[in-house]
Antibody, heavy 116, light 113 residues
Framework: QVQLVESGGGVVQPGRSLRLHCAAS????????MYWVRQAPGKGLEWVAF????????YYADSLKGRFTVSRDNSKNTLYLQMNSLRDEDTAVYYC?????????WGQGTLVTVSS | DVVMTQSPLSLPVTLGQPASISCRSS???????????LSWFHQRPGQSPRRLIY???ARDSGVPDRFSGSGSGTDFTLKISRVEAEDVGVYYC??????????FGQGTKVEIK
């Protein structure tokens, strides 16, 4: 069955960087586009980034203003999210999800807390 | 960007009774091929979201048939025919037609009376 496992979250100071990982299994990772979606504490869902199956095209939420970069290693069935210049408002649970008629299956999420 | 508006935002329900959630988009979600990428997700407390419905009315694998989706254009509905205790949580609609960005509704919190 589809399994997505996020890791790499933690507590980080404002202005610092963090890299999230999403390990995929149970489906042919290299043929699926992948998403990052986040959820601030007590809030709703916010799309963050999308990467095509072959890494050829990437899309980001305007609010990120170039601070985040999504990438993937299809040989390792892994999706990444490099987050730079982190701000208090980036505090959230970050989920990865696969693309199957839009956002389909979600991982369990990893919590990122930006705090001094 | 397409704005998704859900109503109500809070829905107290009685076990065994039906429930309905509305979702409206700021523009038609029909794409040039005639597809409509409107999905519904359910998030239980402390859990990640699970997709229930995609392309307006198609149920994901393992989703009970008491859940149904309907609608067209800009108006969509998720219905639960008979609410069970495990159905509590927050329900979100999402559009995947006009991207980026993919946009979600605010969420509807379903709780048992």
């Amino acid at each position: 069955q589809v399994q997505l496992v996020e890791s790499g979250g933690g507590v980080v100071q404002p202005g610092r960087s963090l890299r999230l990982h999403c390990a995929a299994s149970g489906f042919t990772f290299s043929t699926y586009g992948m998403y990052w979606v986040r959820q601030a504490p007590g809030k709703g869902l916010e799309w963050v980034a999308f990467l095509e199956y072959d890494g050829s095209k990437e899309y980001y939420a305007d609010s990120l203003k170039g601070r985040f970069t999504v990438s993937r290693d299809n040989s390792k069935n892994t999706l990444y999210l490099q987050m730079n210049s982190l701000r208090d408002e980036d505090t959230a649970v970050y989920y990865c999800a696969n693309n199957n008629d839009a956002i389909a299956y979600w991982g369990q999420g990893t919590l990122v807390t930006v705090s001094s | 960007d397409v704005v998704m508006t859900q109503s109500p935002l809070s829905l107290p329900v009685t076990l065994g009774q039906p429930a309905s959630i509305s979702c409206r988009s700021s523009q038609s979600l029909v794409d040039s091929d005639g597809n409509t990428f409107l999905s519904w997700f359910h998030q239980r407390p402390g859990q990640s979201p699970r997709r229930l419905i995609y392309k307006v009315s198609a149920r994901d694998s393992g989703v009970p048939d008491r859940f149904s989706g309907s609608g067209s254009g800009t108006d969509f509905t998720l219905k639960i025919s008979r609410v069970e205790a495990e159905d509590v949580g927050v329900y979100y609609c999402m559009q995947g037609t006009h991207w980026p960005p993919w946009t979600f509704g605010q969420g509807t919190k379903v709780e048992i009376k």
